[in-house]
Every structure is written in C-alpha cells, then in structure tokens.
C-alpha cells in the first residue's frame, strides 16, 4: 500500500536558518510525483514544489527544495534562509497508482519560526 | 488569474438533507479532486476525476458522489450528510502544480 511518512510533528527554528522537513514514502511504483505543501493557520493550500520519480536533478523553487533519495525513498523539503511567514503545517504528498492519479498525503509538520 | 472556487465557504447542515459542493477552475484542467481534512489525518482523498466524465474513488469515496460534465465545474455531492462527514473539504485541479481552492467547512448535525 502507499504511505507517506512525516515523523516531525512539530519544529522551532530560529529565523534565517535553514530547515530540513523529513518525509518518506512507500510505494511499489515505479512511476510517481512528489509534492510539498504550506498550509499557513489562514487554512489555505499552498503548492511548494514537485519531483517526479523520473526526475534526476532535484527539485527547486526560490527557498525552496526537495532533497530526493530514490533508494532511501526519501523526499525532504529544504528551506533556506527561513523567514516568520515560514510558520504553517507542511504536507509532503505522494502521487501513485494509474496515470499517478491517486494522491496521498502525510499527516503534516508543524514549523514554527523564532524571531 | 488562476483559479479554483469553492461554494459555499461555510456550510451547517442536518443530517440526511442532500447538499452540494461547487467547485469551478479556469484553468483548463484535465485532472480534478476532493479532499477531505480532519485534525490529525492531513488530507484524504475523495474522489478524482482524469477529465470530463472520467471519475474514480479516493481512499475515502463512501457517502459521497461526484460528476464530471464539463471541464471546468467538479461537484461534490453528499446525498445524505452524516455527522462524521463534518470536515474542511478542498478541492483541488492540475496534475505537477495542484491548485487548491479556498476551502469549505461544513458541520453536520
């Protein structure tokens, strides 16, 4: 079955630092998407950023980053230089199954900033 | 700008009165979903839909209903609410870049 694994509840980080979010997955596919999402408390979804199975380089965005481990099947979300709107709930998905039609999602890290 | 509406925004209901979920990208969006939020689940897929009248189930399609009869619009359909159907429900299109909509909340009594 496909699973998706975030194993932090919950980080402080303090201002300007760099962050490193932890997610792994599960999945016999060989075919499949990755994505990182922000959920700031006004509750909205944010898209962040997308690596596909296929992908050799890793993904990247601005700040943001996807340190991809196929083999590990590890797919963690580097934030640079982070910043106080950095505060939210970050969910890691995974796409799968025919077409990579199916999403999954974790149950989310909550990231706090210190100013 | 691109889009994905979601209506209504709040929602209190009763239990067994029919209720729908309009959501509408101007996107041109094959690729279509629903989820569903509860503390301490993340997101839980619904239903997805690959184009017009193309639909298949999430991991949580009981109770609900969708159709697919344009491109643009993906209802949900809750064809008779129950109480454990009380969530913030999202609705989402595209494939590599998911566009979420802004969310609905609805309680079910």
């Known amino acids: 079955a496909q699973k998706i694994t975030q194993t932090q509840p919950g980080m402080f980080v303090q201002e300007k630092e760099a962050v490193t979010l932890d997610c792994t997955y599960d999945?016999?596919?060989?075919?499949?998407?990755l994505f990182w999402y922000k959920q700031p408390s006004s509750g909205e979804m944010i898209f962040l950023i997308y690596?596909?199975?296929?992908?050799?380089q890793n993904a990247t965005e601005g700040r943001y980053s996807l340190n991809f481990q196929k083999a590990r099947k590890s797919a963690n979300l580097v934030i640079s230089a982070s910043q106080l709107g950095d505060s939210a709930m970050y969910f890691c998905?995974?796409?799968?199954?025919?077409?990579?039609?199916?999403?999954?999602f974790g149950s989310g890290t909550r990231l706090s900033i210190r100013p | 700008e691109a889009q994905v509406t979601q209506n209504p925004r709040y929602l209190i209901t009763v239990t067994g009165k029919k209720l729908t979920v309009t959501c509408s990208q101007n996107?041109?969006?094959?690729?279509m979903s629903w989820y569903r939020q509860d503390p301490g689940l993340g997101l839980r897929q619904i239903y997805y839909?690959?184009?017009?009248?193309?639909?298949d189930k999430g991991d949580v399609p009981e109770g609900y209903k969708v159709s697919r009869k344009e491109k643009r619009n993906f209802p949900l359909i809750l064809e008779s609410p129950s109480p454990n159907q009380t969530s913030l429900y999202f609705c989402?299109?595209?494939?590599?870049?998911?566009?979420f909509g802004p969310g609905t909340r609805l309680l079910v009594l």
């Open positions: 839909s690959m184009n017009v009248e193309v639909t």
């Open positions: 989402a299109s595209g494939r590599k870049t998911q566009y």
């Open positions: 690596q596909g199975s296929y992908d050799e």
């Open positions: 999945t016999s596919d060989q075919s499949y998407g």
């Open positions: 998905a995974i796409a799968t199954g025919s077409s990579a039609s199916k999403i999954i």
């Open positions: 996107m041109n969006h094959e690729y």
